[in-house]
């Protein structure tokens, strides 16, 4: 079963998010040669599950009055 995929972490710069694995920017496993992959968070911002279809379930719900959440 995959984890389930947080919608703001703290710290999305330290963590590759490109499978399931989410490993250490420092200690990537997966082997595709590459960088880390970004959080749609640090590409698109707070708000960026609202926005395409991204197949997650369990997405919170869409409040245009709620302030967005901050990285603390």
Same mark, same amino acid.
Do not use: I
């Given at each position: 079963?995959?984890?389930?995929?947080?919608? =703001? #972490?703290?710290?999305?710069?330290?963590?590759? %998010?490109?499978?399931?694995?989410?490993?250490?920017?420092? $200690?990537?496993?997966?082997?595709?040669?590459?960088?880390?992959?970004? =959080? #749609?968070?640090?590409?698109?911002?707070?708000? %960026?599950?609202?926005?395409?279809?991204?197949?997650?379930? $369990?997405?919170?719900?869409?409040?245009?009055?709620?302030?967005?959440?901050?990285?603390?």
């Amino acid at each position: 079963m995959a984890k389930k995929f947080p919608f =703001h #972490p703290k710290h999305p710069e330290r963590v590759c %998010w490109g499978c399931d694995k989410y490993c250490a920017a420092s $200690d990537l496993q997966c082997g595709n040669g590459s960088g880390r992959t970004l =959080h #749609p968070a640090e590409m698109l911002g707070d708000d %960026w599950y609202l926005h395409g279809d991204w197949g997650l379930e $369990d997405a919170p719900a869409a409040d245009p009055s709620a302030e967005p959440p901050t990285h603390d």
